[in-house]
């Protein structure tokens, strides 16, 4: 098994043959009747039933999904809503799907300055050394703010070289008013998310980062919607693999995603969300299975997989 | 009782005569001995003996700085890292501190898109009609990233408008690095930073947002270390309280905090964490106050607020 956290990636993906990723946005009200018409768990004005039936929600996904795919994206956000018992949740969640043999990302996007991020780094990625907290197991990686440039990353990255782990640092994301700050045009002609790519290039190059594969551990989350975009951001981004929301739900298609990979087919994991996770509520799935969930979240993660190999580069 | 939170929290500072905040980032070892010395709060490597040493120290410091300082900011950070029995410290914090008098800043930088930041937004903000907490008491107001442009922002704005809270949306830091990414030019002459300070003075002017006073529940953190950008984004943000962090430990003097006030003494408010927190570490004060921690912390806020006062324009 290589060490090198982009390394094992891309092995995992080459295993399974599914550049992909299912990401864990779990709402209450979104759960099939099946988990939250049971009666200990189907009270949304109580939080302590709603965690639980998210919880037991999101492990069944998590076990769906586990031979398919080689990673998962955990959402901190759906988790700390439910404030400090959805957080224990998050921990829980991350140490199962990683005993399912899955990469674990944690969504987080933290971000701060000095010693404040290297707190956050440090417990982000659960640091053997600093946490004191036998069990605990943290996820792989964690997307990281890039904004307080490197200052903010450097903890960040000091971990994920000591725990062979990684970073995805924000780049581009994939809402409408994103543009507004991330594609405002510098006077080198360049847009703020390039200049923040060509950073993240040059943090990627560090020393002990860079695997086998000649990748990073320093990953980057790019979601440009315009072709020309991403193919110039996959361009000044040569050892980082891209980690690309927005599949599905968010609107992007297979098409879209194309020129995140590199022509040998390596170098990006996609991203869908809501459209696995509540494939249940998709005409085209229920018609075929009706009310068993569990087998919609397994044909969407298949149809996700074909979808994306099929206009990924041979 | 003016309802609009940036009124409110003027009228605090006029009270208290102290446009100044305290920034809460405990570290266990940096903590006094008289507390690291009790039996059950002795051990670093006892994560709960550790928490319970951390809140010890925050209850009390707050409890020495509540009649002299209008707020006080508490940085996620330094919670998280204990993991979810963190989390639960930094409300049961926020909640001694809200009941203390004390106007609370709840320091995550948190952001994301859609309905990631909707859930970001409700929770940091405690929106009391998705909680379901009774008695949770969330900050008076949280820290915002901006790089996601206004869609990250607005579920902020929203919960703010809504439950007379406020935000304070990260334009400026004051780390070393920050300035690659913060300082480059844009075509129009613009750096990112004032750049993404027009944005927020357009975000802060929506409806329902701007009280008695002129200023808006849409702050701004700025920390420019240098005076005529400080003057610069001043200006460009007429509506915002500043929140400045960086005075004392992180370097900056009262004379570099000075352009961040209007002619009139309103518009900043001023942080400082580590030299009040910790001026018992400080010569100054141990040549005076001796082994008597509590009274450095309080010596330390009080020449803080005397420091910032003789450099705001009257």
Known sequence: MPEN????????????????????DPVYNKLPAEITDQKDLNDEHDSEAALDAVLEFCRRAIRIVAPLVPAVKVNSAFFERYYWEGIEAYYELIQEASE???FVIGDAKRGDIGSTAEMYARAALADPDFV????????DAVTVSTYFGLDGLKP?????REEQKGIFALVRTSNESAGVIQNAKLENGLTVAEHIAQQVADWARGEGLIGASGYSCVGAVVAARDKDQAVRLRGMMPQSILLV???GAQGA??????????SDGTGALITASRSILYAFDDMKYVERFTSEWD????????????EVNAVRPA
């Open 100 to 102: 399912a043999g899955l």
């Open 253 to 262: 298609t297979a098409a879209d995603i194309a020129p995140y990979f590199k």
């Open 295 to 306: 087998k919609c979240i397994e044909q969407a993660a298949k149809d996700f997989i074909k």
């Open 132 to 139: 004191n907290m036998d069990d605990l197991v943290g996820p």
């Open 245 to 247: 929301p927005g599949y």
């Open 156 to 160: 960040f990255i000091d971990v994920a």
């Open 5 to 24: 956290f982009a390394d094992r990636l891309l092995e995992a993906i080459k295993t399974k043959n599914a550049p992909v990723c299912v990401g864990i």
